[in-house]
């Protein structure tokens, strides 16, 4: 059994950066591929950004070019790098993992979930 584990969130202000870590651990956790996924009060989960084990990303268009995310050589640690941070970009973000490795923004295609962890960019 794949888990995931959350750390990085915190409070910033706007244009700060954070980044986000995400530990996997469990049986062939390094053949999963890897996402983030956000979701803020009121609002649905989505997806922001994902990884394969063949190094392939992807990116929900809104935020490519300000969020990067990687992922360790040994394909169980899962980062997400946050520039230039928006009050919109307030949520808690959980990291995803999915068991057929593939590379998808939605949620249904995960499997394992983190707990999530918050980050408030403040004004």
């Known amino acids: 059994q794949v888990q995931l584990a959350e750390s990085g969130g915190g409070s910033v202000r706007t244009g700060g950066s954070l980044t986000l870590a995400c530990a996997a651990s469990?049986?062939?956790?390094?053949?999963?591929?890897m996402g983030w996924f956000r979701q803020a009060p009121g609002k649905e989960r989505e997806g922001v950004a994902a990884?394969?084990?063949?190094?392939?990303?992807i990116y929900t268009a809104p935020l490519k070019g300000r969020f990067t995310i990687s992922r360790d050589n040994a394909k169980t640690t899962l980062y997400l790098q946050m520039n230039s941070l928006k009050p919109d970009d307030t949520a808690t973000y959980y990291c995803?993992?999915?068991?057929?490795?593939?590379?998808?923004?939605?949620?249904?295609?995960?499997?394992?979930w983190g707990q999530g962890t918050q980050v408030t960019v403040s004004s």
């Open positions: 469990g049986y062939a956790a390094n053949t999963y591929s």
């Open positions: 990884v394969n084990t063949g190094g392939r990303t």
């Open positions: 995803a993992a999915s068991r057929d490795n593939r590379l998808s923004l939605l949620r249904n295609d995960y499997n394992v």
